[in-house]
């Protein structure tokens, strides 16, 4: 049986340390931090180890340095490799995160759909949402996919969470969210909290179209 220096608890591992976690919490005094120092400078001269390259400016997507990102990786949606920024990013964008996470967890509809304002095929994920965006168009209602997800904070567990909205209406400066009446009770609080953060307006298929229609100052007749 081993003594843990960090923790004075008993072990059988093979090192000195119970766990990693104390290994990585023990102190370095100076001169060792200098030895270590010298250690790899000689490594990098004779070869035995290859200094990190820094991204070219082509590829730098933060400003933090590059000794700051955890190497290459190869986007789990798109298959596009690029530099990750946080231990566990498994995705090079938003848009291909929030893609994953609705597939993995919500198993929802995928339906592409050309965005006139974005001007580029966006991706639907239900249709419900295909109704709206086909409405919304043939009233020449200016819309916009948001990709910006809406930090708030759960009063509740007052952790910080996301919530990304279906559509942007851009001469309203509206978001619209088109939901089921069950889902709608089901995230009642939730709601409620980021409509104060955000103008949101969460609702069925018709309950959508007439508020667009009295927020556009449409005909009544245009709801159907």
């Not at 090079?92 to 339906?111: A, L, P």
């Not at 909290?193 to 307006?201: A, D, E, F, H, T």
């Not at 969460?202 to 179209?209: A, L, P």
Request: a positive charge; charged letters at 25%; proline letters at 5%.
């Amino acid at each position: 049986m081993k003594i843990c220096p960090k923790c004075n608890s008993a072990h059988t591992k093979l090192g000195i340390y119970c766990s990693r976690k104390c290994a990585n919490s023990r102190s370095f005094s100076a001169a060792s931090k200098l030895k270590t120092s010298a250690t790899l400078k000689e490594k990098y001269i004779t070869g035995e180890l290859v200094p990190p390259t820094p991204p070219s400016p082509i590829m730098r997507i933060s400003e933090y340095p590059y000794t700051r990102l955890y190497g290459l990786y190869k986007c789990h949606h798109c298959n596009t490799t690029f530099w990750k920024l946080q231990h566990q990013q498994k995705c090079c964008s938003i848009e291909c995160r929030d893609s994953i996470r609705s597939q993995n967890k919500c198993r929802k509809t995928h339906i592409s759909y050309f965005s006139r304002y974005d001007n580029k095929i966006v991706d639907l994920q239900s249709t419900w949402e295909l109704k709206i965006a086909e409405w919304l168009d043939s009233n020449n209602i200016i819309w916009s996919r948001p990709s910006k997800r809406i930090k708030w904070q759960c009063s509740t567990t007052n952790l910080y969470k996301t919530y990304l909205p279906d559509f942007y209406l851009v001469m309203h400066k509206q978001y619209l969210d088109v939901k089921n009446p069950i889902k709608i009770i089901q995230d009642n609080i939730k709601l409620e909290q980021i409509k104060s953060i955000i103008p949101l307006m969460v609702g069925n298929i018709e309950e959508t179209k007439q508020f667009v229609v009295r927020l556009a100052g449409l005909e009544p007749t245009c709801i159907h």
